[in-house]
Each structure stands twice: as structure tokens, then as C-alpha cells.
């Protein structure tokens, strides 16, 4: 096929009437802004309050957190900073051990006696804050090194624990083999 026949066959589907009365008038007149236009909203107003809000936010959170915090055992003098190192090492090393020794049969004592050491921690992060604010340093020294022995009595003694559930399990199934 042709232009011409294709033109042709299509004439009939052009939409060649003349607009309404008045089209080109109002028409003109949109051109002109008579119209009304919508107000789209302004972004940047709300961007800005949210970015303000999150800033000051932040700021006063990082304020509080640095209210919060306390003076380690360590920053009091070289001796407790070896007795904290000392402490954590030994805590760690158990809590390893513990890992180790964890399954699906023991998780709920493991996670309750966590859960005591979750407490000694906040009670140490409370005596870090009196230490930053109090004269009688000395007491509560003993009392941070005191926390430091608990945690590391509640770790033995759950380790200790572990250990006699693994025995009496190993005895049952023995005399059940039998």
C-alpha cells in the first residue's frame, strides 16, 4: 500500500469539525492565567522541620547519654585499671566456656543466670555515675570490685551447674543403656 491509499482509507476516521463557540476564547484566556492553579504543597518547610526535630533530638540524647556516663574503675589509677582488665578477662573467658556448653536442654538456666549478670552490669553503670559524682571514692572502688567478683561467682557457679546437669544426664542415659 501506498501514502496515498492509506490516507485516503483513513479520511473518514479525522476528526475535522470546528471546536464549541467560544473555545479559542477561553482558551486564550488559560493562556493568560485566568485560570486557577492548584497550590502544590511545600516539601521543604516539612523536610526542614523533621531535619530540626531530628537534630535536636540527637543532640539531646547525646547530651543525656554524656550525663549518664560514669567513671570506670580503670580511670581511677593504673592498679584498678590492671584489676578491671584482670576482671573482664576472667569474665569473658567464662562466658566463653559457657557458649560452648550451650544447647537446646540448658538455654533457660543460661539465659536466667544472663539475665542476673544483665542486673550487675546496670548496678556497675550505677556506681560509675556516683564515682563521677562523689568524694567517697574509695567505698565505692570496693563496691565496683565487689560487682566485678559477683559476676564472675554467678558465672561459676552456673558453669558448675552446667556441669552437674551434663553428669546426671551422662548417669541416666548410662543406666538406661544397661
Known amino acids: 500500500m501506498n501514502l496515498e491509499s492509506k490516507i485516503n482509507e483513513l479520511k473518514n476516521q479525522l476528526d475535522l469539525a470546528e471546536p464549541n463557540i467560544g473555545h479559542f476564547n477561553r482558551f486564550e484566556a488559560k493562556l493568560k492565567g485566568n485560570f486557577s492553579k492548584k497550590k502544590e504543597p511545600n516539601y ?3 523536610i526542614a522541620i523533621a531535619a530540626s526535630l531530628v537534630l535536636f533530638t540527637s543532640i539531646g540524647f547525646n547530651v ?11 580511670d581511677t589509677s593504673p592498679k584498678m585499671k590492671e584489676t578491671q582488665t584482670y576482671f573482664a578477662t576472667v569474665i569473658q573467658e567464662e562466658l566463653t566456656k559457657i557458649e560452648k556448653q550451650k544447647n537446646t536442654s540448658n538455654t533457660k538456666i543460661i ?13 556497675y553503670q550505677n556506681l560509675t555515675i556516683e564515682l563521677k559524682n562523689n568524694k567517697n571514692k574509695q567505698v565505692l572502688i570496693f563496691a565496683m570490685i565487689a560487682n566485678y567478683q559477683q ?3 554467678v558465672l561459676q557457679n ?21
Open 151 to 153: 559476676r564472675i561467682q
Open 44 to 46: 521543604y518547610k516539612f
Open 64 to 74: 543525656f547519654q554524656a550525663n549518664r556516663k560514669g567513671v570506670e574503675l580503670a
Open 158 to 178: 552456673l558453669l558448675q551447674n552446667l556441669s552437674t546437669i551434663k553428669n546426671i544426664k551422662k548417669n541416666n542415659y548410662e543406666n538406661n543403656n544397661i
Open 111 to 123: 539465659d536466667d543466670a544472663m539475665s542476673q549478670l544483665n542486673t550487675l552490669k546496670i548496678e
